[in-house]
């Protein structure tokens, strides 16, 4: 079938989508070159492959929690088919497929200003939908990304992600609460999460920090941008790829990012977990996108609290990754007096974690937090001794 990319109200090119795979095998037409989804045009030429992988992307992960039950109960419909129920329409950005001759407009469709279905939330929470016989597949949860349980809900006419906790002490709901209050406190631009339950089990909730007139651009598709040269390291082609594109205060965010994933002891910043603000009507960039998804820290899937975890993106050891950063100056330990207590009361509300336990991240975060006040100690002395004559 075939459909016209759109970003907002700007027709981009034409495609040919195949109506059993949902994937995208021609494209044709091209309109406005610079509204593409970063990485399709390479110099002069469309790449079909980056467009379609581009396009598949944004279908739920196979990985999912539950996804698999889901999709039994919408016979047997594929996650990239979802796609193309809902035109593709996302909440974090501004790109949807109209199909050809239909006249659709973004202002009657997008999911920023228009309501969007319960239903596909609801299967995705494991529920049958309240009418299976009137189905919408018309939700932003079709187009969202991450392997844990979630689901887009309208309060009071603002959109909220709940998203669920995984394993024994489903804990990353408390861990995106304390991430919060950690970044609340030393002043990092951040996603704000709270707490909520639905079916007596907790959830984390928080905001679209994306509106009708901006998008996100994760760090994956900035680092796809230019080829790595071998002598360039992951952070420093990042870097480099942000220069290219002209995102300026990079460095300092990104140092601001490492620093609270240190304390966190996060595993999982991958690049698809940070990224990138830019105005989706005139491209300009904005700057870094605030820190949201630190849920997958605090030795939230192992019993040995304290002991070393995996870091991404850049370095696989957190005490090696931290030493990319060259300027704590903004770093007040002072604001994490009261901190301790403040993880310890966030965690008090999880079932599953014991006294122990809670006693224990609290202790292991303060260390790492003291860790980072000795490494700017060092950072200072370091840059006093390098500006003497
Ligand atoms: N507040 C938000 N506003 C807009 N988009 C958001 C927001 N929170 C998350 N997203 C988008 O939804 C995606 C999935 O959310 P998130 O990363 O929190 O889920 P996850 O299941 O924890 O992911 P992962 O598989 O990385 O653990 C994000 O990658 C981002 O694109
Ligand atoms: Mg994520």
């Not at 001759?101 to 309501?115: A, E, I, R, Y």
């Not at 975060?365 to 000795?374: A, C, F, P, T």
């Amino acid at each position: 079938m075939d459909y016209t990319l759109m970003h907002k109200n700007i027709p981009v090119v034409d495609m040919e989508i195949l109506s059993d795979t949902g994937r995208i095998i021609k494209l044709y037409n091209l309109v406005a070159p610079e509204h593409l989804p970063l990485g399709v045009l390479k110099k002069t030429e469309m790449s079909r492959k980056v467009m379609d992988e581009w396009w598949t992307g944004r279908s739920i992960p196979a990985s999912r929690d539950g996804i698999q039950e889901a999709l039994a109960k919408l016979d047997g419909v594929s996650t990239s088919l979802l796609v193309t129920k809902c035109y593709g329409l996302s909440l974090s950005d501004q790109y949807w497929v109209s199909p050809k001759g239909s006249g659709l407009l973004w202002s009657d469709v997008n999911f920023f200003t228009n309501d969007f279905s319960k239903d596909m939330g609801e299967i995705l929470f494991g529920y049958d939908p309240l009418d299976a016989a009137h189905l919408s597949l018309m939700s932003p949860d079709n187009t969202s990304d991450g392997w844990l349980k979630k689901k887009w809900i309208i309060t009071g006419g603002r959109r909220f992600l709940m998203k669920g906790g995984s394993g024994v002490f489903g804990q990353e709901p408390f861990n995106e609460v304390i991430a919060s209050a950690l970044m609340r406190r030393l002043g990092v631009n951040h996603v704000d999460y709270t707490l909520t339950q639905s079916d007596k089990k907790p959830y984390s909730l928080c905001e679209n920090f994306v509106t009708p007139n901006t998008e996100l651009i994760p760090a994956w598709r900035i680092k796809e941008l230019l080829k790595r040269d071998n002598r360039d390291s992951e952070y420093v082609h990042l870097m480099r790829c942000c220069d290219t594109l002209g995102i300026s205060g990079v460095a300092g965010a990104i140092d601001r990012m490492l620093t609270i994933d240190y304390i966190i002891a996060n595993e999982d910043r991958h690049y698809n977990n940070f990224g990138f603000i830019r105005d989706a009507d005139t491209l300009k960039w904005l700057g870094f996108a605030p820190i949201y998804d630190s849920g997958t820290s605090l030795w939230y899937n192992t019993r040995y609290v304290g002991t070393a975890t995996e870091s991404k993106p850049f370095k696989k050891n957190s005490d090696a990754q931290i030493r990319l950063v060259e300027d704590l100056s903004w770093f007040d330990l002072g604001c994490l007096d009261g901190f301790a207590d403040e993880c310890r009361q966030i965690l008090s509300q999880a079932d599953a974690i014991d006294d122990e336990r809670r006693e224990a991240i609290a202790d292991a975060v303060i260390k790492r937090s003291e860790r980072i006040g000795l490494l700017q100690k060092e950072l200072t002395t370091t840059s006093v001794i390098g500006n003497n004559p």
